[in-house]
């Protein structure tokens, strides 16, 4: 995939938007991409923000490609990220996202920052304290909330901290759902010196062993990811209404993964707990019947 984006043909911008708001309709995350909550106007831009971050961590995950060719792809990525901000770019994600850039005064060090979080995926597998996890989602996480934010002319050093919450705890409660999936990579984001703490081992998640040890640990974690959630809520007095309603729905999502990880009594390690079609709709009433977020899951 790499090697054809290096290969394009003339493009306008508007089928670079194009392009890019086709790949993000192909693919699902936690975080909603361009969704129907997003002004109109926005879309585009936020399909051209996950353009790129997409591409990005296929580099450092999919295929057969050794690490060294990943961190190769990810350079190379990078070196098109600087250039698409003065020039035009053949790229149609950097056709587009260079327009995006320059049009919302993003600053470049948000993406750099993203690019930082992939290339450290294409070597680091364990993490010894929460101190080194919470680095991982300043820099694979909190970028995107910002992001979000500059395309509404509402990053600031006020909004940046609850945004920040939001995001690193959307990003803690991926970690700790994906338990069973994330050790076949095979990486480890629980803490190594929780493991120890509560008796467990990182050898015993990544046998697929479940214990009491390591469910212990990863109640731990859900517990403190949801004071990340809680600190998130001053976020939605101060920004528009639009995207108050998508967050709300995002805060939702990950509050209500963390329910379900407690629900199944933290046994992640063998079942990956998923949004059903009846969370998606109990998330959606709330989000347009309720006033909430409020300080807690319930």
């Known amino acids: 995939m790499w090697q054809s984006l290096r290969i394009f043909t003339v493009m306008t911008l508007h089928d670079a938007y194009e392009s890019c708001q086709r790949l993000a309709r ?11 909550l997003m002004p109109a106007r926005l879309r585009p831009h936020v399909a051209a923000v996950y353009a790129f971050a997409r591409h990005a961590d296929d580099f450092a995950d999919e295929g057969d490609a050794s690490g060294e060719e990943r961190r190769a792809q990810l350079e190379d990525w990078r070196a098109q990220l600087d250039a698409c901000v003065s020039e035009e770019a053949e790229n149609p994600v950097f056709l587009a996202l260079g327009d995006t850039i320059r049009r919302f005064d993003i600053p470049l060090q948000l993406f750099h920052d993203l690019l930082d979080a992939f290339v450290q995926d294409t070597w680091k597998e364990r993490y010894a304290t929460f101190d080194d996890v919470l680095d991982y ?6 970028p995107v909330g910002r992001i979000v934010l500059a395309l509404f002319g509402r ?6 901290a609850p945004s920040d919450a939001l995001c690193t705890g959307l990003q803690l409660a991926n970690f700790w759902q994906d338990v069973s999936v994330d050790r076949l990579k095979p990486r ?17 998640v990544l046998e697929g062993k ?15 990811t949801e004071e ?9 007095a101060r920004v528009p209404f639009r995207l108050r309603l998508e967050l709300r729905a995002i805060w939702y999502g990950g509050m209500r993964i963390l329910e379900k990880i407690e629900k199944q009594e933290y046994t992640t390690i063998v079942l990956r707990p998923t949004l059903s079609s009846k969370d998606v709709l109990a998330i959606v009433t709330r989000v347009a019947f309720t006033g909430g977020p409020f300080a807690g899951p319930h």
């Open 26 to 36: 192909r693919h699902y995350e936690n975080f909603p991409v361009a969704s129907r």
């Open 137 to 142: 989602c300043r820099r694979s996480a909190n």
């Open 155 to 160: 990053l600031n050093d006020e909004n940046a």
């Open 188 to 204: 480890v984001y629980i803490p190594v010196e929780d493991l120890e703490r509560y008796g467990s081992s990182v050898e015993e």
């Open 210 to 224: 479940d214990s009491n040890a390591l469910r212990t640990a990863i109640a731990f974690q859900v517990q403190r």
């Open 228 to 236: 990340y959630f809680r600190a998130a809520v001053p976020l939605f």
